[in-house]
């Protein structure tokens, strides 16, 4: 399969783009007074030079320094820059507010294109979301990289299983955003009132949810599916697109060109054997006005070698 939007990239040049990642987010946190402080902390000055050897002399954050800096935390660009925030969902307190520049959106619509790309969609495919719309990033997110890919995008939102049998009749979709539940729920529906000859679905892509592998298989079953991918991303990370499967269903494959993962052992923040479980902490590479810092996470993950 030939890619329009997955570079091809050896390791070498994959490590040569995350060291120029790296030295572009450390400068750019300079202009963040959260940042800057830290890094001084740590002994840095802002006219030193880093490189994929220092990560680990980075200072880390998490999600206290963004609700410490509310209403735009660790912001690194003049606010005339933002052109969008949203928000996570599902916390206490304060919503954890993230800002985007118009070149962070782009690299998000960039990153849902891929995740499309891997799971076999083209520009010939017809995308119907089934996600949530508004602060939350999962909407545009489907729908901006979807509109990247060229393909045709149908908006619904989430619920409304109605209307979604009826255009997924009517138009022809060949590919279905959703939760898990959301996903299994239409695919019963379809068996129940005997739809399957009247759709062109070929794929699906599921997220926000915890899937078991019984469940991929029984939506792919009830609706004869090509496919049904599990997508990956959190807020901070622009959102959706972080990381996907493929055919494969054995882990996620994440963009290592856009972040760096470490995975560490969460007391003593010390990097844990490869495929061993530890906290994920991040660090972007091309992030504008929120870059992460070795962010973490608290997620439990693991590197599968290979």
Not at 93 to 103: M, N, P, S, V
Not at 166 to 178: K, P, V
Not at 203 to 226: D, F, H, V, W, Y
Request: proline content about 5%.
């Amino acid at each position: 399969m030939s890619y329009r939007f997955i570079p091809q990239l050896a390791d070498e040049e994959i490590r040569l783009r995350q060291e120029e990642g790296l030295r572009r987010t450390v400068r750019r946190a300079w202009n963040s007074p959260q940042y800057s402080s830290k890094l001084r902390a740590c002994g840095l000055e802002s006219d030193g030079a880093i490189g994929l050897d220092d990560l680990s002399r980075l200072p880390t954050v998490d999600v206290d320094d963004l609700r410490e800096g509310y209403p735009l935390p660790l912001l690194c660009v003049p606010p005339a820059e933002v052109v969008r925030v949203h928000a996570s969902s599902g916390t206490t307190g304060k919503r954890k507010i993230l800002a985007y520049t118009a070149a962070d959106v782009e690299t998000f619509n960039l990153q849902m294109a891929r995740c499309y790309e891997l799971a076999g969609l083209t520009a010939e495919d017809r995308m119907q979301i089934a996600v949530g719309y508004g602060l939350w990033t999962a909407g545009v997110g489907f729908q901006g990289g979807s509109e990247k890919m060229g393909m045709l995008t149908v908006p619904v939102g989430p619920g409304n299983l109605e209307m979604h049998l009826q255009l997924l009749q009517d138009l022809e979709s060949t590919c279905f955003g959703a939760t898990a539940s959301m996903a299994l729920l239409l695919a019963e529906e379809v068996e129940r009132a005997g739809l399957g000859e009247r759709l062109k679905l070929r794929k699906m892509i599921c997220g926000s949810e915890a899937r078991s592998e019984k469940m991929r298989l029984t939506i792919e079953s009830k609706l004869g599916l090509e496919g049904c991918y599990d997508i990956a991303g959190m807020t901070e990370m622009y959102g959706p697109g972080t990381a996907i499967d493929c055919d494969a269903h054995d882990g996620l494959h994440y963009w290592a060109d856009l972040f760096i993962i470490e995975v560490l052992d969460p007391v003593t923040l010390q990097p844990v054997p490869e495929g061993e479980v530890g906290e994920m902490v991040v660090t972007s590479l091309c992030k504008e006005a929120v870059p992460l810092l070795r962010y973490r996470t608290h997620d439990l993950c693991r590197l599968l070698p290979g």
